[in-house]
T-cell receptor, first 110, second 114 residues
Framework: GNSVTQMEGPVTLSEEAFLTINCTYT??????LFWYVQYPGEGLQLLLK?????DKGSNKGFEATYRKETTSFHLEKGSVQVSDSAVYFC?????????FGSGTRLQVQP | GAGVSQSPSNKVTEKGKDVELRCDPI?????LYWYRQRLGQGLEFLIY????????KSGLPSDRFSAERTGESVSTLTIQRTQQEDSAVYLC????????????FGNGTRLTVT
């Protein structure tokens, strides 16, 4: 079956630190991969996506590269801000409904 | 342009009662999804509607759970004879039908079964 595994949180960083949130997946075929973000008090929203191997998704300074050989889609940002504090979900879409990971809470301290 | 709207935002019910949760998708979004998020856990897929096709009910955890959708508009998720393990945030999302169209989520309904 399809599954997504994310690193457990919370991840606590100081402002301007480098961020990596690991995500690996198991899927049949060639799924598309996504990162969704949930800011406090808001609904989930799409952060970035990649639809085929070696694609890099990017948005708001965040990046993730679709690595088929390692079945990974790690989220990175070079310099985090307090406003990046949120829960981040990795997800894959082999067909229709998305399969989500358990989420990683990021806390950025000033 | 309104986003996905869910109601109620919070629901407290006694064990054994039935509850109905409502979702108003974004206009023009033919795809609609229900997910459940238990405390500290990821999103669990429940059911998916796409236009007039038969819904994908593969994620419904038991026959106490059912969902309906009227055309390409409002959807209701019904939980009969609620149990304490049904306590969770129930999230609705909608999207255009194209593969990989981003999902737009509502703020969810927090259900607490006492």
């Amino acid at each position: 079956g399809n599954s997504v595994t994310q690193m457990e949180g919370p991840v606590t960083l100081s402002e301007e630190a480098f961020l990596t949130i690991n995500c690996t997946y198991t899927a049949t075929g060639y799924p598309s991969l996504f990162w969704y973000v949930q800011y406090p008090g808001e609904g989930l929203q799409l952060l970035l996506k990649a639809t085929k191997a070696d694609d890099k998704g990017s948005n708001k300074g965040f990046e993730a590269t679709y690595r088929k050989e390692t079945t990974s889609f790690h989220l990175e940002k070079g310099s985090v801000q307090v406003s990046d504090s949120a829960v981040y979900f990795c997800a894959l879409s082999p067909e229709r409904a998305l399969t989500f990971g358990s989420g990683t809470r990021l806390q950025v301290q000033p | 342009g309104a986003g996905v709207s869910q109601s109620p935002s919070n629901k407290v019910t006694e064990k054994g009662k039935d509850v109905e949760l409502r979702c108003d998708p974004i206009s023009g979004h033919t795809a609609l999804y229900w997910y459940r998020q238990r405390l500290g856990q990821g999103l669990e897929f429940l059911i998916y509607f796409q236009g007039n096709s038969a819904p994908d009910k593969s994620g419904l955890p038991s026959d106490r759970f059912s969902a309906e959708r009227t055309g390409e508009s409002v959807s209701t998720l019904t939980i009969q004879r609620t149990q304490q393990e049904d306590s969770a945030v129930y999230l609705c999302a909608s999207s255009f039908p194209q593969t990989n169209s981003p999902l737009h989520f509502g703020n969810g309904t927090r259900l607490t079964v006492t």
